[in-house]
């Protein structure tokens, strides 16, 4: 009965196909005496035919899905509308289009596997300062890069379009599903997993073009010492991107922090500063998911939020910037969330977030991943090495055994780099006393109070005294970090798309003879340029809500001896001349559990 069923539907499927071409055909003949109401008849025919047979062809396959609007669901969670995708232009008005040449909302889209442990190798990424010596793996990325970039841009596994998939997510070039706000994955809980699914992607598409299925993108370990310069490999072969600031070529050191001026450090104290830097990035400030990942980002208008993690303001967004050209007006490329992944190093970049993603899991053994089903459920859709459109869940990428792949082991120098006050406690005590009627150091000295309802312009340093709601917290609580004390900023407003960025100090004497490498740094906020301006419908919703920062300080009061002060010091600094577009409404305490 199965097999007569099976033979009744591959006969009707044969018979639609056949008509459909006749029909075709007998339409181009007679298409002198067609008229318009006869075109539209076939042509409404042959959409109808279609649908039937994708909807029979795939029917019984569980993971094959026909790429079609369903219905509003009762309850809805994140994900991109594929049917929209808008034209965008640059700041200095050239146009952008990242859009795919078709809609992917045409395409059928398969529902996320799991490799097969029993024929899929563990893919192991290694340091790619360490891989520059093997030549033969330079050699095979190197082949495997020319070949994406040899590829025509409606291949979805072309380079051009691997980049462009960053362009549309990071520039709100879709709009949400069910709804008309646009699309968007930075500054938020989904900059981690999102940017895991497009590497992921992207490596294996790369391991198929050489036929190499143990291929693994190499991770840029610019937080460790020996890592903390632009890898040899990219500086030849298909590897090379003319777009770069030629300043920051090997043998100069990165700077983690970079805040559009050079620091003039020597190489090793620029080494010594960025393992200090990234101790209170992945430690001390972000002992909580949403600290270290950023915050919950719904669907919908109102589920809107901008409040990155501390690792993608910095060491992510000023890495970024300090490797985009200085010569460009957004430093494209890797400057700018329109341009970035045009330059191959990007993926490396991004290699050794995912890495950072996994050691913090680590380093927070419990309460180390959102447990919100809507983040869970959240998806997106990307190319697979079949040049299959594949729909992914968050929920499929937390595990990187499951994806079939691994880290080479490294050390992470940081771990062991808690910094130390740069004023003995009971001096700066002393001395933050007498700041109210002396003040020496410039700048403006405030209340919370004094913000009013415009907020601050951030054109010199902001010292704030701010109060605690609780002052005696118990030592179990503090040693157990079932609730960490957060610092938040909230209400930054960064005047139009440009580069922007001021750090965090609490309790500190003199800001202008201290460091991030010192105990009374807390952070960092950092702007980068999307670089675009994204074509609007009329009905769509923009929703650009001000900004906001938090940072973990239960263990910076503690090294300070201020987790019994009634009050503390904030000092808003800004970088690089960038506080004149810069305000602030104001800054409070909360706690988070």
């Given at each position: 009965?199965?097999e007569?069923?099976?033979?009744?539907?591959?006969?009707?499927?044969?018979?639609?196909?056949?008509?459909?071409?006749?029909?075709?055909?007998?339409?181009?003949?007679?298409?002198?005496e067609?008229?318009?109401?006869?075109?539209?008849?076939?042509?409404?025919?042959?959409?109808?035919?279609?649908?039937?047979?994708?909807?029979?062809?795939?029917?019984?396959?569980?993971?094959?899905?026909?790429?079609?609007?369903?219905?509003?669901?009762?309850?809805?969670?994140?994900?991109p509308?594929?049917?929209?995708?808008?034209?965008?232009?640059?700041d200095d008005?050239?146009?952008?289009?990242?859009?795919?040449?078709?809609?992917?909302?045409?395409?059928?889209f398969?529902?996320?596997?799991?490799?097969?442990?029993?024929t899929?190798?563990?893919?192991?990424?290694?340091?790619?300062?360490?891989?520059?010596?093997?030549?033969?793996?330079?050699?095979?990325?190197?082949?495997?890069?020319a070949?994406?970039?040899?590829?025509?841009?409606?291949?979805?596994?072309?380079?051009?379009?691997?980049?462009?998939?960053?362009?549309?997510?990071?520039?709100?070039?879709?709009?949400?599903?069910?709804?008309?706000?646009l699309?968007?994955?930075?500054r938020?809980?989904?900059?981690f997993?999102?940017?895991?699914?497009?590497?992921?992607?992207?490596?294996?598409?790369?391991?198929?073009?050489?036929?190499?299925?143990?291929?693994?993108?190499?991770?840029?370990?610019?937080?460790?010492?020996?890592?903390?310069h632009?890898?040899?490999?990219?500086?030849?072969?298909?590897?090379?991107?003319?777009?770069?600031?030629?300043?920051?070529?090997?043998?100069?050191?990165?700077?983690?922090n970079?805040?559009?001026?050079?620091?003039?450090?020597?190489?090793?104290?620029?080494?010594?500063?960025?393992?200090?830097?990234?101790?209170?990035?992945?430690?001390?400030?972000?002992?909580?998911?949403?600290?270290?990942?950023?915050?919950?980002?719904?669907?919908?208008?109102?589920?809107?939020?901008?409040?990155?993690?501390?690792?993608?303001?910095?060491?992510?967004?000023?890495?970024?910037?300090?490797?985009?050209?200085?010569?460009?007006?957004?430093?494209?490329?890797?400057?700018?969330?329109?341009?970035?992944?045009?330059?191959?190093?990007?993926?490396?970049?991004?290699?050794?977030?995912?890495?950072?993603?996994?050691?913090?899991?680590?380093?927070?053994?419990?309460?180390?991943v959102?447990?919100?089903?809507?983040?869970?459920?959240?998806?997106?859709?990307?190319?697979?090495?079949?040049?299959?459109?594949?729909?992914?869940?968050i929920?499929?990428?937390?595990?990187?055994?499951?994806?079939?792949?691994?880290?080479?082991?490294v050390?992470?120098?940081?771990?062991?780099?808690?910094?130390?006050?740069?004023?003995?406690?009971?001096?700066?005590?002393?001395m933050?006393?007498?700041?109210?009627?002396?003040n020496?150091?410039?700048?403006?000295l405030?209340?919370?109070?004094?913000?009013?309802?415009m907020?601050?312009?951030?054109?010199?340093i902001?010292?704030?005294?701010?109060?605690?709601?609780?002052?005696?917290?118990?030592?179990?609580?503090?040693?157990?970090?079932?609730?960490?004390?957060?610092?938040?900023?909230?209400?930054?407003?960064?005047?139009?798309?440009?580069?922007?960025?001021?750090?965090?100090?609490?309790n500190?004497?003199?800001?202008?003879?201290?460091?991030?490498?010192?105990?009374?740094?807390?952070?960092?906020?950092?702007?980068?340029?999307?670089?675009?301006?994204?074509?609007?419908?009329?009905?769509?919703?923009?929703?650009?809500?001000?900004?906001?920062?938090?940072?973990?300080?239960?263990?910076?009061?503690?090294?300070?001896?201020?987790?019994?002060?009634?009050?503390?010091?904030?000092?808003?600094?800004?970088?690089?001349?960038?506080?004149?577009?810069?305000?602030?409404?104001?800054?409070?305490?909360?706690?988070?559990?």
């Amino acid at each position: 009965m199965k097999e007569a069923r099976k033979c009744a539907c591959t006969a009707l499927l044969v018979f639609m196909v056949v008509f459909l071409l006749s029909s075709s055909t007998l339409f181009m003949k007679g298409k002198k005496e067609s008229n318009q109401a006869q075109h539209s008849l076939i042509w409404d025919m042959k959409s109808m035919i279609l649908r039937i047979i994708a909807e029979s062809w795939f029917h019984g396959n569980r993971h094959v899905v026909v790429n079609t609007e369903d219905k509003k669901p009762s309850h809805v969670v994140l994900s991109p509308n594929l049917t929209t995708c808008h034209p965008s232009f640059s700041d200095d008005n050239k146009p952008v289009y990242c859009c795919p040449p078709k809609r992917e909302s045409e395409e059928p889209f398969i529902d996320f596997q799991f490799p097969d442990p029993s024929t899929q190798s563990i893919r192991v990424r290694r340091p790619a300062h360490v891989m520059d010596k093997d030549k033969v793996f330079a050699a095979k990325y190197n082949k495997a890069i020319a070949i994406m970039k040899s590829l025509p841009y409606d291949d979805p596994r072309s380079f051009r379009r691997q980049a462009d998939i960053h362009c549309i997510f990071c520039t709100g070039a879709y709009n949400q599903q069910h709804s008309n706000s646009l699309m968007k994955i930075h500054r938020s809980w989904m900059f981690f997993p999102w940017h895991r699914m497009m590497i992921y992607f992207h490596e294996r598409i790369l391991g198929s073009l050489v036929g190499d299925d143990t291929f693994a993108l190499p991770f840029w370990n610019w937080d460790s010492p020996e890592g903390m310069h632009v890898p040899d490999m990219f500086l030849n072969g298909s590897f090379v991107d003319t777009e770069r600031d030629s300043s920051h070529l090997p043998p100069q050191v990165v700077d983690v922090n970079f805040d559009e001026q050079e620091r003039g450090l020597g190489y090793e104290e620029q080494k010594a500063y960025n393992v200090g830097f990234m101790y209170t990035q992945m430690i001390s400030a972000a002992k909580k998911p949403e600290l270290f990942m950023g915050c919950p980002y719904k669907a919908g208008g109102d589920g809107y939020c901008n409040s990155p993690g501390t690792v993608e303001d910095a060491p992510h967004n000023t890495l970024h910037y300090w490797m985009g050209s200085n010569l460009n007006p957004e430093r494209e490329n890797m400057g700018a969330f329109y341009s970035a992944a045009r330059d191959p190093i990007f993926y490396s970049h991004h290699s050794n977030i995912d890495r950072l993603w996994e050691v913090w899991r680590e380093l927070r053994s419990s309460n180390n991943v959102p447990e919100d089903s809507d983040w869970l459920e959240t998806h997106f859709f990307f190319h697979n090495e079949k040049s299959q459109l594949v729909r992914v869940k968050i929920r499929d990428v937390l595990d990187v055994t499951k994806l079939r792949y691994t880290f080479d082991w490294v050390e992470n120098p940081w771990i062991n780099a808690r910094p130390k006050p740069s004023v003995p406690p009971h001096m700066a005590r002393q001395m933050l006393r007498m700041r109210n009627s002396n003040n020496h150091n410039g700048g403006l000295l405030l209340t919370t109070s004094d913000f009013g309802p415009m907020g601050r312009i951030l054109d010199t340093i902001l010292r704030v005294q701010v109060q605690r709601p609780r002052t005696h917290r118990t030592r179990k609580e503090i040693e157990d970090e079932e609730e960490e004390e957060v610092l938040v900023v909230y209400g930054i407003d960064v005047k139009n798309d440009v580069y922007a960025k001021f750090d965090v100090y609490i309790n500190a004497v003199d800001e202008n003879t201290i460091s991030p490498t010192t105990r009374e740094f807390a952070g960092t906020f950092v702007n980068m340029r999307r670089g675009v301006k994204v074509v609007m419908n009329k009905d769509d919703i923009a929703v650009d809500k001000k900004s906001h920062i938090k940072l973990g300080i239960s263990e910076l009061l503690e090294d300070l001896e201020a987790d019994e002060d009634e009050s503390i010091w904030v000092s808003l600094v800004p970088k690089g001349n960038t506080g004149v577009s810069i305000s602030i409404d104001g800054i409070r305490i909360e706690y988070l559990k």
